[in-house]
């Protein structure tokens, strides 16, 4: 049954900027402000942007709260000389909870975004009650012989961006391009993941009009988060991990690309032990889709979200119920 009703992206949303010790943390809350909503994050170098297609879809079931994390879309960038840390995103989520007195959250995430409420989960079962995962569960790790030289690549890299930010001239400005570069850049550097005609709906939110050259843009989002430093288990803590959430049989949804280049989205080891371990696990293959597959195929992916809303959110099943 088709649960997808005739809406197109200019169903309404509230912009949010939710006051943090840094600043604020932006974000858009589509649907029923009224109600606890699903917490929407986003991918690396992306913005809640990414989501601009799938949340009117969804929010008439559901509203959605997708946010931009730390340094990326709209949101504040982390104090000069401050490292970017995956945590550093796991706390955002216990910040806005504190922040909408939530006992409990629901989440989604797509890619760097699935791994962070996979992260979240596995620290904190009992505060989660269902998982959404576009394309993987949680990012691949590493092998340990070459963490230590990726860590220090890393730190050295982002020291030089802390000195550039902490000394740069009054009034200068990043490299500018034309919108259509923009566009070129993101759609290649994506590896084509997001279509072309679906880039400016994250560019929206990740470039900044030039005061130098007014017919174009620069990249806004803070350019450290390419350096970002992860907590990133080997499989054995991994499982671990998830071992705390199949524990609790948290509802968990993972929609993968047929067509993904991530290699998250073949970790099968993973995939495997949440399913042989989780009764409310539930594992789809959209085959045409990329890594993007949310923002470039948004009705089938918003067709499996409904029916796993249907079944488990538990509070909100009479509101479903009415909508289908």
């Given at each position: 049954m088709d649960l997808i009703p005739d809406i197109t992206t200019t169903t309404t949303f509230s912009e949010v900027r939710i006051q943090v010790p840094w600043g604020h943390i932006s974000g858009r809350w589509y649907g029923d402000q009224s109600e606890r909503p699903i917490l929407a994050l986003h991918g690396w170098l992306d913005n809640c942007g990414?989501?601009?297609?799938?949340?009117?879809l969804v929010s008439p079931y559901r509203s959605l709260l997708c946010i931009d994390l730390p340094g990326h879309g709209l949101s504040s960038h982390l104090p000069a000389g401050i490292l970017y840390h995956n945590l550093e995103f796991?706390?955002?989520?216990?910040?806005?909870?504190?922040?909408?007195?939530?006992?409990?959250?629901?989440?989604l995430g797509h890619s760097m975004g699935g791994s962070t409420v996979f992260h979240f989960a596995s620290f904190f079962p009992d505060r989660v009650d269902?998982?959404?995962?576009?394309?993987?569960?949680?990012?691949?790790?590493?092998?340990?012989?070459?963490v230590p030289s990726n860590y220090a690549t890393a730190i050295e890299k982002a020291l030089r961006d802390n000195d550039r930010l902490l000394n740069a001239l009054p009034n200068s400005e990043p490299p500018s391009y034309t919108f259509?570069?923009?566009?070129?850049?993101?759609?290649?550097?994506?590896?084509?993941?997001?279509?072309?005609?679906?880039?400016?709906?994250i560019l929206e939110r990740n470039v900044t009009k030039s005061h130098l050259y007014p017919d174009k843009?620069?990249?806004?989002?803070?350019?450290?988060?390419?350096?970002?430093?992860?907590?990133?288990?080997?499989?054995?803590?991994?499982l671990n991990m998830a071992e705390r959430i199949c524990t609790a049989n948290i509802p968990y949804l993972v929609i993968k690309g047929g067509k993904s280049k991530n290699p998250g989205s073949v970790a099968f080891e993973l995939d495997?032990?949440?399913?042989?371990?989780?009764?409310?696990?539930?594992?789809?293959?959209?085959?045409?889709?990329?890594?993007?597959?949310?923002?470039?195929?948004?009705?089938?992916?918003?067709q499996?979200?409904?029916?796993?809303?249907?079944?488990?959110?538990?509070?909100?099943?009479?509101?479903i119920q009415s909508k289908i």
């Open positions: 990414t989501f601009a297609k799938l949340a009117p796991v706390r955002v989520i216990l910040r806005l909870m504190q922040v909408y007195k939530w006992e409990k959250v629901s989440l269902m998982i959404i995962s576009l394309d993987l569960i949680k990012t691949s790790y590493r092998p340990a012989k070459i259509q570069q923009c566009e070129t850049m993101l759609f290649e550097g994506t590896h084509n993941s997001v279509e072309l005609e679906n880039c400016k709906y843009y620069f990249f806004s989002r803070d350019g450290r988060v390419k350096y970002l430093l992860n907590l990133n288990p080997n499989l054995e803590m991994t495997d032990y949440m399913a042989n371990n989780n009764k409310n696990f539930e594992s789809y293959i959209y085959p045409y889709g990329t890594h993007h597959l949310h923002l470039n195929n948004p009705k089938p992916v918003a499996l979200i409904i029916e796993f809303l249907q079944k488990h959110d538990r509070q909100h099943s009479k509101i």
